[in-house]
């Protein structure tokens, strides 16, 4: 929990001095998203015997706060990002458990700058918070900044604003340990579970 508390402190406290440090015209707006996403857990192999859900369909909600400054963007959020149907078997036994995450993602944007149609290009980090209703399974979960993003994106002004984008994360860390509980067994293998996401995203601001 001290790992979790003093990221989150980290993370707020950035996007904190980002904001204050911005020109006081700089165009804001607020928006809600959601989405999409596909979820791998990768750089993991099992050992003979055991076996990992790779691959899961979720979906993400969340608010975001956006900065435009000319042709450059700034744009904290936060966002709800649930990973459901994940499996961990030994033999014929088997766990089936879920992992939530909290996200503060901060995305850097070079736009594009059209009348009604602005293309831009986006990265930067996203700090996670994840947790599971599977004890097991919980106690397993790191807390740190574990993925990097990349995407493109249309901001569309329809009197409110569109902002279809197309994004991929790669983990920078492990998620969780490998170790989960199967029966009487312990789930092992090489490497520990890195989250990497493709995400397709809406998100609509006024």
Not at 33 to 50: I, M
């Amino acid at each position: 929990m001290g790992i979790k508390r003093n990221v989150g402190r980290w993370g707020a406290g950035l996007a904190l001095g980002l904001v204050c440090t911005l020109p006081a015209d700089a165009e804001a707006q607020i928006g809600i998203l959601a989405g999409y996403n596909r979820d791998t857990l990768a750089e993991f192999l099992p050992e003979n015997g055991f076996d990992l859900t790779e691959l899961t369909d979720g979906y993400h909600v969340g608010v975001f706060l956006n900065f435009n400054l000319a042709t450059f963007s700034i744009r904290p959020a936060v966002v709800y990002h649930r990973m459901p149907e994940l499996v961990a078997m030994a033999g014929e036994e088997r766990v089936r458990f879920d992992i939530d995450l909290v996200e503060v993602p901060l995305d850097f944007r070079i736009r594009l700058p059209l009348p009604a149609v602005q293309p831009y290009v986006l990265g930067g980090p996203v700090l996670t918070f994840p947790s599971s209703t599977f004890s097991g399974v919980d106690d397993l979960l790191t807390a740190r900044p574990v993925r990097a993003e990349f995407g493109v994106g249309v901001e569309l002004d329809l009197g409110f604003r569109l902002w279809p984008e197309v994004r991929y994360g790669f983990g920078l860390g492990s998620l969780m340990g490998s170790d989960v509980a199967v029966g009487s067994r312990v789930l092992q293998g090489e490497g520990e579970p890195r989250h990497d996401s493709l995400t397709l995203r809406l998100g609509i601001s006024f």
